[in-house]
């Protein structure tokens, strides 16, 4: 075996990798590096977005808010796409909070640079489009889920969507993000990690939650395969 250390992967954004050599170094050029971390807002509900991001490694949930301090996700973005969707839509504001839930990279680019990019009508324009799709089928499947599967089987497709887009098998998170993500609240939360530790799919740790990829896909419910699919094939090349 050798000994010489290997180069870490780059991270990339799936999105972004599709596109042409030259729209993907403009993108590169109007945008900065920032590291984001667990619990952080990016966008914030009733609000108007000045800038986008292009997770490379960083995973927010996207959350309605509701009154008495009440929310639940409407979908996940990692590096499969772009956080900020409301800007190609022409919407004054965004009807809800972004958070981080897995901590990371992502580039952050200014929205008029962004509206400059996608108004040429390139390759950038398509994928937006295809990736706004799929994400509102995204929204659609959990609308579904949410009413009808149980809160640890909803829990395993999260984890595993996160998994997807970050490649991490533990999850640094809190019973609290967790729960404003899934609708729930910590104690309902931590019931369901139970269950899902029983079934040896994830290990409980003082600050985080490690899965076993093969274990935890058994307690998925059938919208994490139809979701991945989704994406897949409407991101596809």
Not at 134 to 163: D, E, T
Request: hydrophobic fraction near 45%.
């Amino acid at each position: 075996m050798s000994n010489v250390a290997q180069p870490l992967p780059v991270p990339v954004n799936l999105l972004l990798s599709h596109l042409p050599v030259h729209e993907r170094n403009a993108i590169h050029r109007a945008s900065e590096m920032q590291f984001y971390t667990v619990g952080e807002i990016l966008l914030s509900a009733h609000t108007h977005s000045h800038y986008v991001f292009f997770p490379l490694e960083v995973v927010a949930s996207v959350v309605r808010p509701l009154r008495d301090h009440l929310s639940v996700e409407i979908g996940l973005i990692g590096n499969e796409g772009m956080i900020g969707l409301d800007v190609i839509m022409d919407a004054k504001t965004q009807n809800d909070d972004t958070i981080v839930q897995s901590a990371g990279s992502a580039l952050r680019m200014p929205e008029d640079d962004l509206l400059k990019q996608f108004h040429r009508g390139g390759s950038l324009q398509k994928y937006l489009l295809r990736f706004t799709h799929a994400f509102l089928g995204q929204v659609a499947q959990n609308a579904v889920c949410n009413r009808f599967h149980p809160l640890h089987s909803r829990m395993a497709k999260w984890l595993l969507m996160i998994h997807d887009r970050s490649a991490i098998a533990e999850v640094h998170s809190s019973p609290a993000l967790i729960g404003a993500a899934l609708g729930a609240n910590a104690d309902e939360v931590e019931q369901a990690i139970s269950r899902l530790a029983l079934d040896k799919g994830v290990r409980q740790r003082r600050n985080s939650i490690a899965i076993d990829r093969d274990r935890l896909e058994l307690s998925a419910c059938e919208c994490y395969e139809t979701l991945r699919e989704s994406y897949a094939r409407t991101l596809a090349s």
